[in-house]
């Protein structure tokens, strides 16, 4: 008799056949120096047990042999899967939803104002930052993006100065936001975007990188440092 799971997204429960879910553990659904590395970095900060599972671009076949899209439809990562099947699509769900598995590292503030103001900064590099950045990765919009590059830098002169005073986005401590800044920063290394003219940025880039949990991340996904520290790319083989 076939075994069968269910997996759950929210309050949907879905049908699956159970090798889908092999042994399962938490596993995290990624792309080499993809926006899935900040999910991976609050993993490696908050010391928690995640699975790292490469997805191949364009067949969504997995590292652990499974079929991506049945994991998100959409095809795009990240994704995390918990141990008992629960999904969690999108990458600011999915570090809060991290946080909130070790409440004692206080990632996820208590605090009412402050965790609206993280969640105002998730929501700011999703939509301002990450979007349009990876829409500048794209051919298709190669017409308008001098637009799309404007529309950055522009983005970029307001991030920097939340770094004025503070070290990290939320003050004196890291936070979630500041893990999926330095991914989308990382970026600008292949879009043309001159960080130097953000200093703050750049100083925060090196500050970043060098947390161990961040470190841990970027050696666990072959991404050496170069320019000085402020940059991190596929190491080149050897
Ligand atoms: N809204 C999604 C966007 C994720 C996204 O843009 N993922 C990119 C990598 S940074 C991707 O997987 N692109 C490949 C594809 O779309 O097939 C999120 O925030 O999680």
Request: aromatic content about 10%; charged content about 20%.
């Amino acid at each position: 008799m076939t075994q069968v799971k269910y997996m759950r997204y929210g309050t949907k429960v879905e049908r699956r056949d159970a090798a889908f879910f092999k042994e399962i553990q938490m596993k995290l659904y990624m792309h080499q120096a993809a926006c899935s590395l900040s999910p991976h970095i609050i993993a490696r900060e908050l010391d928690l047990e995640v699975e790292i599972v490469p997805v191949e671009r364009g067949t969504y076949r997995t590292a652990d042999d499974t079929d991506y899209l049945a994991v998100n439809p959409n095809g795009y990562v990240p994704a995390l899967v918990l141990d008992d099947g629960e999904v969690v699509l999108e990458g600011p769900a999915i570090v809060q939803r991290l946080a909130e598995l070790r409440p004692q590292a206080g990632m996820m503030p208590q605090d009412l104002r402050a965790r609206a103001q993280l969640q105002s900064l998730l929501n700011f590099i999703s939509t301002e930052l990450h979007k349009p950045m990876t829409q500048m990765f794209n051919p298709a919009y190669a017409p308008v993006r001098d637009v799309l590059q404007r529309h950055v830098a522009g983005r970029l002169n307001w991030v920097s100065t939340r770094l004025d005073v503070n070290p990290y986005l939320m003050g004196e401590a890291f936070s979630l936001a500041d893990a999926y800044l330095f991914v989308c920063l990382n970026w600008c290394q292949w879009l043309g975007i001159d960080l130097s003219e953000w200093p703050r940025l750049v100083v925060f880039m090196l500050r970043v990188g060098k947390r161990p949990g961040v470190q841990a991340a970027l050696a666990a996904e072959k991404l050496a440092p170069h320019s000085g520290g402020v940059f991190f790319a596929p190491q080149k083989a050897a």
